[in-house]
């Protein structure tokens, strides 16, 4: 019989500005060699509300 174990942790940041999106996966198995049963898998994203910037606003508004 074998085992695998898993973790994840995420942190999401929602503003006016934009988003900021983190997580870290982590998992493991006792199939893999020791000293590599486990790995950790980061990942960033961030995200640009760019609706809410001035300039953005002068342009949508502006007529066709």
Do not use: C, H
Not at 24 to 51: C, E, H, K, Q
């Amino acid at each position: 019989m074998s085992v695998t174990k898993g973790l994840d942790l995420r942190l999401d940041l929602y503003g006016n500005f934009g988003q900021v999106n983190t997580s870290n996966a982590g998992s493991g198995s006792d199939r893999f060699v020791g000293g590599n049963r486990f790995g950790l898998f980061p990942a960033v994203s961030a995200g640009w509300n760019i609706s809410e910037e001035e300039f953005f606003r002068a342009v949508s508004e502006s007529p066709a």
